[in-house]
């Protein structure tokens, strides 16, 4: 599906080699987690499959364990064992193919970054030592003997085997991420080994080559192999650097037929848009593709072609390689195809969809709400069944719930009105965009407000509060009510359940004041997180930036300890503390007066008081559900037929974008009705009946 004719973007429709293969343009969906795995290969096949139907050249797999001595337990990765994995990657492998694009599959052995808590299997290494990226573990890994490497060379040529068997059309030989044993042999920091595995670079490489000479012979030319390496570990000269990844590619550059590069670990293959900006990676990567005659894919986080022509033109990459923006939109090269640049929705970098694999819970998007429900629920990114009647829907409120309720309506064929009290559109989402590092968040109302510029159907009316008596007189069958939610000023929270005592003369502030352009009247300021997610953060950056002496006290062990879930929290405390963030965890504020607070420790329960000319509280938010309150009780004395009334997102439940964004397309697929079976569609695994027989 190439643009044709003399489209600046003709470049990226170009098909390409890889070894036997043809790749039909350079659009490339690396390999990414996403917490279904092995647990939910239904819900997961559906979901690389729509990534093929939006017209990505490659679809890969996450990583996919080669043998029970390389379990990721906790997490949800895939599996292929023996045989009984098989038929879960048919289905993935099935869907792939069914549009047209080639399967990739990232076979790993963890090594010692696997602490096999469910296989119980003694984890292994290049030496005795601690877990590689696995927060503590009580674990250690063993020294790998000559058996076990060549029990793991072994191990990875069967996995190649039933990977071809599963019609699999790219197997990958994964050295990144810090996760994996071929890594582990390659870095100087993890391989002090004294035999022809360690030492000089090309015996530290030894164990890569082989396998990647196991995998060439195993395939022999029914596919393609790939190499996935982490470039630079970032790790100074303790781990691979430039010279290392530069003597690698001397040695196994003609190997794989395809090379996936990445930089240091998952931290710092995923930047969030709050640290780091698009084609970040492009530092470390350019000039490794003249090493090698063979095709690289690269990463960077990219929404921008123009950013991705350049990509190609400057020689640095073949393929545009993307996790987040094909999570964010399926449909981008189907869409850049069709001269619909506009109508991308761009990644905002919010790392929420990384949440899913931390949670082990599938993965979800900010600004894909469809992302993990193409099968559960049947939803999918461009297509939306229509009304069997054009229902007519008035949405109250205007933020991300709202208007992509308005959005999935709308495209269900309905007749939507969206009434929005402020002068400005997007709820939270505008307001919070305008917060330190926060700016590509408006792209979740910029793609929703593009949208509904395409739908005649759709109205929206700014600076429109309505009452509930208003809004009944224009019968409308169904309301969704997204009026969002407001931080609570009594410092209810995680810690305290009940009102905090506030001494009506101390200077607090909520978020919302904060967005709304209040500032404190002194310069110092406590503020007290208690919701633990970026908010308290950014708050605490922000007035940091503006000249105020901040202290930001948590009861958590880390300061917005929630993100770590998105891969951000070691750069939050990073920058806060740059920037002069006084940072206090474990304690609570117990008290606030007139001109400081009483804090508390968490374990204690000792109090000491603190000097402050304002407070901040960042603790929860109750929802605005008055308006959806009246409605229904208006309804309730009314005779006749009455509208359906619902609360959607922050104003039914607050929590995340993501989740506001869910529900409002939520809203629009029960017009007619919720699904009278199950919420959603699961697999459940096939028992073996009395095992002991
Ligand atoms: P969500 O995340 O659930 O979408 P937001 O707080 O982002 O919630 O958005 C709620 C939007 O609803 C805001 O733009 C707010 O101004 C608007 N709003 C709140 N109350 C009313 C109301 N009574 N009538 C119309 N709009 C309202
Ligand atoms: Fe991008 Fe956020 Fe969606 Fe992840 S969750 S793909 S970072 S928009």
């Given at each position: 599906?190439?643009?044709?004719?003399?489209?600046?973007?003709?470049?990226?429709?170009?098909?390409?080699?890889?070894?036997?293969?043809?790749?039909?343009?350079?659009?490339?969906?690396?390999?990414?987690?996403?917490?279904?795995?092995?647990?939910?290969?239904?819900?997961l096949?559906?979901?690389?499959?729509?990534k093929?139907?939006?017209?990505?050249?490659?679809?890969?797999?996450?990583?996919?364990?080669?043998?029970?001595?390389?379990?990721?337990?906790?997490?949800?990765?895939?599996?292929?064992?023996?045989?009984?994995?098989?038929?879960?990657?048919?289905?993935?492998?099935?869907?792939?193919?069914?549009?047209?694009?080639?399967?990739?599959?990232?076979?790993?052995?963890?090594?010692?970054?696997?602490?096999?808590y469910?296989?119980?299997?003694?984890?292994?290494?290049?030496?005795?030592?601690?877990?590689?990226?696995?927060?503590?573990?009580?674990?250690?890994?063993?020294?790998?003997?000559?058996?076990?490497?060549?029990?793991?060379?072994?191990?990875?040529?069967?996995?190649?085997?039933?990977?071809?068997?599963?019609g699999?059309?790219?197997?990958?030989?994964?050295?990144?991420?810090?996760?994996?044993?071929?890594?582990?042999?390659?870095?100087?920091?993890?391989?002090?080994?004294?035999?022809?595995?360690?030492?000089p670079?090309?015996?530290?490489?030894?164990?890569?080559?082989?396998?990647?000479?196991?995998?060439?012979?195993?395939?022999?030319?029914?596919?393609?192999?790939?190499?996935?390496?982490?470039?630079?570990?970032?790790?100074?000269?303790?781990?691979?650097?430039?010279?290392?990844?530069?003597?690698?590619?001397?040695?196994?550059?003609?190997?794989?037929?395809?090379?996936?590069?990445?930089?240091?670990?998952?931290?710092?293959?995923?930047?969030?848009?709050?640290?780091?900006?698009?084609?970040?990676?492009?530092?470390?990567?350019?000039?490794?593709?003249?090493?090698?005659?063979?095709?690289?894919?690269?990463?960077?986080?990219?929404?921008?072609?123009?950013?991705?022509?350049?990509?190609?033109?400057?020689?640095?990459?073949?393929?545009?390689?993307?996790?987040?923006?094909?999570?964010?939109?399926?449909?981008?090269?189907?869409?850049?195809?069709?001269?619909?640049?506009?109508?991308?929705?761009?990644?905002?970098?919010?790392?929420?969809?990384?949440?899913?694999?931390?949670t082990?819970?599938?993965?979800?998007?900010?600004?894909?709400?469809?992302?993990?429900?193409?099968?559960?629920?049947?939803?999918?990114?461009?297509?939306?069944?229509?009304?069997?009647?054009?229902?007519?829907?008035?949405?109250?409120?205007?933020?991300?719930?709202?208007?992509?309720?308005?959005?999935?309506?709308?495209?269900?064929?309905?007749?939507?009105?969206?009434?929005?009290?402020?002068?400005?559109?997007?709820?939270?989402?505008?307001?919070?965009a305008?917060?330190?590092?926060?700016?590509?968040?408006?792209?979740?109302?910029?793609?929703?407000?593009?949208?509904?510029?395409?739908?005649?159907?759709v109205?929206?009316?700014?600076?429109?509060?309505?009452?509930?008596?208003?809004?009944?007189?224009?019968?409308?069958?169904?309301?969704?009510?997204?009026?969002?939610?407001?931080?609570?000023?009594?410092?209810?929270?995680?810690?305290?359940?009940?009102?905090?005592?506030?001494?009506?003369?101390?200077?607090?502030?909520?978020?919302?004041?904060?967005?709304?352009?209040?500032?404190?009247?002194?310069?110092?300021?406590?503020?007290?997180?208690?919701?633990?997610?970026?908010?308290?953060?950014?708050?605490?950056?922000?007035?940091?930036?503006e000249?105020?002496?901040?202290t930001?006290?948590t009861?958590?062990?880390?300061?917005?300890?929630?993100?770590?879930?998105?891969?951000?929290?070691?750069?939050?405390?990073?920058?806060?503390?740059?920037?002069?963030?006084?940072?206090?965890?474990?304690?609570?504020?117990?008290?606030?007066?007139?001109?400081?607070?009483?804090?508390?420790?968490?374990?204690?329960?000792?109090?000491?008081?603190?000097?402050?000319?304002?407070?901040?509280?960042?603790?929860?938010?109750?929802?605005?559900?008055?308006?959806?309150?009246?409605?229904?009780?208006?309804?309730?004395?009314?005779?006749?037929?009455?509208?359906?009334?619902?609360?959607?997102?922050?104003?039914?439940?607050?929590?995340?974008?993501?989740?506001?964004?869910?529900?409002?397309?939520?809203?629009?697929?029960?017009?007619e009705?919720?699904?009278p079976?199950?919420?959603?569609r699961?697999?459940?695994?096939?028992?073996?009946?009395?095992?002991?027989?």
């Open positions: 599906m190439p643009p044709g004719g003399d489209s600046p973007f003709d470049i990226l429709f170009e098909p390409v080699r890889i070894g036997p293969l043809l790749a039909r343009n350079r659009f490339y969906q690396v390999p990414h987690c996403n917490g279904m795995g092995w647990r939910d290969p239904s819900a096949a559906a979901m690389r499959g729509v093929a139907e939006g017209g990505w050249a490659v679809v890969s797999t996450e990583e996919v364990s080669i043998h029970p001595s390389s379990d990721p337990t906790p997490f949800v990765e895939g599996r292929l064992w023996d045989d009984a994995d098989l038929p879960a990657h048919m289905q993935v492998v099935d869907a792939i193919h069914a549009h047209g694009a080639l399967a990739a599959i990232e076979l790993v052995h963890g090594g010692m970054a696997a602490p096999n469910y296989t119980r299997i003694p984890p292994m290494g290049p030496g005795h030592g601690v877990l590689a990226n696995q927060h503590y573990a009580p674990v250690q890994s063993r020294q790998m003997t000559r058996d076990d490497i060549r029990q793991l060379r072994s191990w990875h040529q069967a996995a190649v085997g039933r990977s071809l068997a599963a699999y059309d790219i197997v990958y030989v994964y050295a990144g991420h810090a996760l994996t044993t071929l890594q582990f042999f390659l870095s100087p920091r993890y391989n002090q080994r004294s035999d022809d595995y360690g030492g670079l090309e015996n530290r490489a030894r164990l890569l080559r082989e396998v990647l000479e196991d995998t060439l012979e195993t395939v022999a030319g029914r596919g393609a192999v790939a190499c996935r390496i982490a470039v630079d570990e970032l790790a100074g000269h303790l781990g691979i650097g430039r010279a290392d990844i530069e003597g690698v590619l001397g040695i196994v550059g003609e190997l794989p037929d395809l090379w996936d590069f990445m930089v240091g670990s998952w931290e710092d293959d995923s930047v969030p848009s709050r640290f780091g900006p698009e084609g970040g990676q492009e530092e470390w990567v350019r000039g490794l593709k003249q090493l090698t005659s063979k095709p690289v894919v690269g990463v960077g986080r990219f929404t921008s072609p123009d950013t991705m022509v350049r990509m190609v033109r400057r020689g640095v990459l073949d393929f545009i390689g993307a996790a987040r923006p094909s999570i964010a939109d399926p449909f981008l090269p189907a869409k850049l195809a069709e001269d619909r640049a506009a109508e991308i929705r761009e990644c905002i970098g919010c790392n929420l969809c990384v949440s899913g694999d931390y082990v819970a599938p993965i979800r998007c900010t600004q894909n709400p469809s992302m993990g429900e193409e099968w559960r629920r049947g939803w999918h990114p461009e297509r939306y069944r229509l009304l069997a009647e054009p229902e007519r829907v008035l949405v109250v409120g205007a933020g991300p719930a709202g208007l992509e309720a308005a959005v999935a309506a709308g495209k269900r064929g309905g007749e939507v009105v969206v009434i929005e009290a402020r002068r400005e559109i997007g709820g939270r989402v505008a307001r919070e305008r917060l330190p590092g926060l700016a590509a968040w408006r792209r979740v109302l910029d793609y929703r407000q593009d949208q509904i510029g395409r739908l005649p159907n109205q929206v009316y700014p600076q429109s509060a309505m009452t509930a008596d208003e809004i009944l007189e224009h019968e409308f069958g169904h309301i969704a009510v997204a009026t969002g939610s407001t931080w609570r000023r009594d410092g209810v929270g995680y810690h305290h359940p009940m009102p905090l005592d506030i001494d009506p003369s101390a200077d607090v502030l909520t978020p919302d004041d904060l967005m709304d352009g209040s500032r404190p009247g002194g310069r110092r300021v406590v503020l007290f997180d208690d919701d633990h997610y970026y908010l308290g953060g950014v708050l605490a950056e922000l007035l940091a930036a000249g105020y002496r901040v930001l006290l009861p958590a062990s880390d300061v917005s300890e929630w993100t770590n879930n998105t891969l951000e929290q070691h750069r939050i405390a990073a920058r806060l503390l740059g920037m002069g963030v006084e940072i206090v965890t474990h304690q609570s504020v117990e008290r606030i007066g007139a001109g400081g607070v009483v804090t508390a420790c968490r374990f204690t329960g000792r109090t000491a008081e603190r000097e402050a000319d304002a407070v901040v509280l960042v603790t929860c938010r109750s929802p605005n559900e008055q308006p959806a309150l009246d409605l229904l009780e208006r309804c309730g004395q009314m005779g006749g037929p009455t509208p359906e009334v619902r609360a959607i997102g922050d104003a039914y439940a607050p929590g995340t974008i993501a989740a506001a964004v869910w529900d409002g397309r939520r809203f629009a697929e029960e017009l009705g919720p699904d079976g199950a919420p959603f699961r697999n459940v695994p096939a028992l073996e009946l009395d095992p002991w027989a």
